[in-house]
């Protein structure tokens, strides 16, 4: 069996140009994440269906090109659930979340699931054998 040094992600291609996304293979699931030359101003994800990150990053390319030059792609390893990728793509959003530029294309400007599991009294947290 393939290994990666990381658990999530099975591999990366970063800073690819708007023009180059045809030479992606179809089906790709996971997040991407689309630059307007360094300044990050969309983060996105797919699960597969409908063509994968290709077919989204085409559908991005028709709509806003002129608002990102490139993009990186981060493909999941397949026992990756589904709930996974958006869990890691809310992450990201809740990080960017007052980030006027990188928001630039972002609908969403948080994630709302995170609210369930904030705690700002980091001093009063657990030692790390409770149950979350």
């Not at 992606?24 to 997040?31: A, E, F």
């Not at 994440?33 to 028709?62: E, F, P, S, W």
């Not at 792609?73 to 990728?85: G, H, L, P, S, T």
Request: proline share 1%.
């Amino acid at each position: 069996m393939e290994q990666s040094p990381l658990r999530l992600i099975k591999r990366c291609a970063e800073y690819v140009s708007i023009d180059d996304i045809n030479s992606m293979r179809k089906g790709l699931r996971g997040i991407y994440v689309l630059y307007d030359n360094d300044d990050v101003v969309y983060v996105g994800m797919t699960t597969g269906g409908r063509g994968g990150i290709r077919a989204r990053l085409k559908r991005h390319r028709a709509k806003k090109a002129n608002l990102w030059t490139h993009c990186s792609v981060f493909e999941v390893w397949d026992n990756i659930r589904d709930e996974e990728i958006a869990e890691l793509e809310g992450l990201f959003r809740h990080i960017y979340r007052h980030d006027s530029v990188a928001n630039k294309l972002n609908a969403q400007r948080g994630f709302k699931l995170m609210r369930a599991v904030t705690d700002n009294d980091i001093a009063n947290w657990a030692t790390g054998d409770d149950d979350a």
